[in-house]
């Protein structure tokens, strides 16, 4: 009764259009009024602290990094870098696209940042140079979730604030999943431009390599310095995203000179409007998590998985498929605050590293800003690109049904994770 009341109340507020985080205020107040324990004064208290968190501010900062980057001219430098490698290739601009998401999801932490500027900056190139507009706008959205993967991540800190699990043992061991499924990108992009017979671009001399390397060395810096501090304990996630933060904002304005005094304004501003959305959905959240955790909703839904509890992969892959279909229909921040809690004793019962689960979780999350209907990094390119959410969804498939395939892959080995992130992190 009480897991109906819980889900009836939270999925009936969002079929009613009721925001999210207003959803889930109302559910907590539903079961506060269920369990005969209705207190307004209880409602505030949990949100102010659900929000009142240390490593929660590594989000405004990593936020603010990302709009100083793309406004700075640090994304443009990383996509000519990896133009001068491999833009001559077969189907090279795919390529360029791949690598220069890596090198951007080191450096701001959200997805859709990231897909603003590729698809600002290369759909128009491959589109000039005759590569399929839908495929090339499912890549470069395929290639942008790779940003909460690879550290600094914002959904990493989010996750680890709700699971109550070390942001820094995530941010580690989310960098060697984020490589995989930037590899499945690239074997999917070769396999479907076997048969493509566009011209590439001329082949970079070592001179411009160079020279576009020394140009982008500033930037490539930032996620060394990030990697290397938490690496060796220089500083936490939260000071962290403000070096990445006051970096990106000295090489912007002193080194590159391409930020004006008179921009920070609109980018503080950006920043703070899309931090003040997660730091209402993260408040809300922890109101239905501590009533969660008072209703024992976990020990009733142990209690019905426990047949599967003694064989963690299926109970694994239980969770993922709950998740992907969660994530069709929510964002990735909602869909993190709202099943975090639920998974987690599940996940301790189990006896599953919460490090790994916390990796796997994040990949279904990420993936989820591509899927269909209500993906916001598909939303992002399409918007950028001037393309229809339906010709970027037919571009997006292929890219997407091989990010699962790697996510499935790694709960068949999960030494995969399990063995890189132990020697990151110690």
């Avoid at 980018?267 to 009533?291: C, E, G, H, P, Q």
Wanted: with cysteine.
């Amino acid at each position: 009764m009480t897991i109906a009341i819980f889900l009836g109340a939270l999925l009936g507020a969002m079929a009613l259009g009721v925001p999210i985080a207003f959803s889930l205020l109302l559910c907590g107040a539903a079961l506060m009024w269920h369990l005969d324990i209705f207190d307004a004064q209880i409602l505030a208290q949990n949100a102010i602290e659900g929000a009142n968190s240390f490593p929660l501010l590594a989000v405004p900062f990593f936020m603010l990094a990302g709009e100083i980057m793309n406004a700075g001219g640090l994304s443009r430098r990383i996509v000519h870098f990896a133009m001068t490698l491999v833009g001559h290739v077969r189907g090279g601009l795919g390529y360029v696209g791949i690598i220069a998401a890596v090198m951007l999801a080191a450096l701001s932490g959200s997805a859709v940042a990231d897909a603003a500027a590729l698809a600002a900056l290369l759909l128009p190139m491959m589109n000039k140079a005759g590569y399929d507009k839908a495929r090339s706008a499912g890549l470069l959205a395929s290639a942008s979730i790779i940003a909460p993967i690879i550290p600094p991540s914002i959904g990493f800190v989010v996750f680890g604030v709700a699971a109550n699990v070390s942001i820094s043992k995530l941010f580690m061991a989310g960098i060697f999943p984020g490589l995989l499924l930037a590899a499945a990108l690239w074997i999917t992009w070769w396999i479907l431009m076997r048969k493509d017979d566009i011209a590439p671009a001329k082949r970079a001399n070592r001179h411009e390599v160079l020279s576009s390397l020394k140009d982008a060395t500033f930037a490539l810096v930032l996620p060394l310095i990030v990697v290397v501090g938490l690496k060796f304990g220089v500083f936490t996630p939260t000071e962290a995203a403000v070096v990445a933060a006051v970096y990106a904002l000295f090489i912007s304005t002193v080194v590159y000179r391409e930020l004006r005094l008179s921009q920070l304004y609109g980018l503080f501003l950006a920043a703070a409007k899309t931090t003040s959305v997660i730091m209402f959905l993260v408040a809300a959240a922890m109101v239905s998590a501590w009533l969660i955790t008072v209703a024992n909703l976990p020990g009733e839904l142990v209690s019905v998985l426990e047949p599967i509890l003694d064989n963690p992969t299926m109970l694994l892959v239980a969770m993922m498929v709950l998740t992907m279909i969660v994530g069709t229909a929510m964002d990735m921040t909602p869909t993190i605050l709202i099943l975090t809690p639920v998974f987690m004793p599940l996940v301790k019962a189990a006896g599953i590293d919460p490090v790994y689960f916390g990796v796997l979780f994040m990949i279904n999350n990420a993936i989820g800003l591509i899927t269909p209907p209500v993906g916001t990094v598909l939303s992002t390119v399409a918007g950028v690109g001037k393309m229809s959410m339906d010709q970027v969804t037919r571009g997006v498939w292929p890219f997407m049904l091989a990010q699962f395939a790697t996510m499935f892959l790694l709960i068949i080995f999960p030494d995969l994770v399990l063995v890189p992130a132990r020697w990151l992190y110690g």
